[in-house]
């Protein structure tokens, strides 16, 4: 397998090479913050399989052993590492690879802190584009 991707403005691109070890939905409040949305999709892979082809990415501590880079230019948060906890992984955030659907989630961590209406997504009416 092989995965490219890139951050918003595309100052920052990236390459994934072999499989993940997983692919996941976190519902932590530090995800939630760092990218302004109610969850972010990880696909977690060897560090090696790894490479930014452009760019470098600023990477700052955001909780503890938690480090998170994202482009210092447009702020689209890029990857995740934490030596403690996951020692020789990344995760990589799937909406910024350049096919996002070919990594789909396989599960859901965190979820002592999702938020209550995440739950019941499914169940809100669903429109193409914006609602007439």
Same mark, same amino acid.
């Given at each position: 397998?092989?995965?490219?991707?890139?951050?918003?403005?595309?100052? =920052? &691109?990236?390459?994934?090479?072999?499989?993940?070890?997983?692919?996941?939905?976190?519902?932590?409040?530090?995800?939630?913050?760092?990218?302004?949305?109610?969850?972010?999709?990880?696909?977690?892979?060897?560090?090696?399989?790894?490479?930014?082809?452009?760019?470098?990415?600023?990477?700052?501590?955001?909780?503890?052993?938690?480090? &998170?880079?994202?482009?210092?230019?447009?702020?689209?948060?890029?990857?995740? &590492?934490?030596?403690?906890?996951?020692?020789? =992984?990344?995760?990589?955030?799937?909406?910024?690879?350049?096919?996002?659907?070919?990594?789909?989630?396989?599960?859901?961590?965190?979820?002592?802190?999702?938020?209550?209406?995440?739950?019941?997504?499914?169940?809100?009416?669903?429109?193409?584009?914006?609602?007439?």
């Amino acid at each position: 397998m092989h995965h490219q991707g890139h951050c918003l403005c595309g100052a =920052i &691109r990236y390459e994934l090479n072999g499989a993940p070890l997983h692919v996941a939905l976190c519902h932590c409040s530090d995800c939630r913050r760092s990218a302004g949305a109610p969850c972010v999709s990880w696909a977690m892979f060897q560090e090696a399989r790894l490479t930014v082809t452009a760019g470098q990415p600023k990477t700052i501590n955001s909780s503890g052993t938690a480090m &998170r880079s994202f482009c210092p230019d447009c702020g689209t948060g890029l990857f995740y &590492r934490n030596a403690v906890n996951l020692p020789g =992984i990344v995760g990589v955030q799937t909406a910024t690879l350049d096919d996002p659907d070919a990594l789909a989630p396989t599960l859901q961590i965190q979820v002592a802190e999702r938020l209550g209406w995440m739950a019941h997504m499914q169940e809100l009416p669903a429109f193409e584009r914006f609602p007439g």
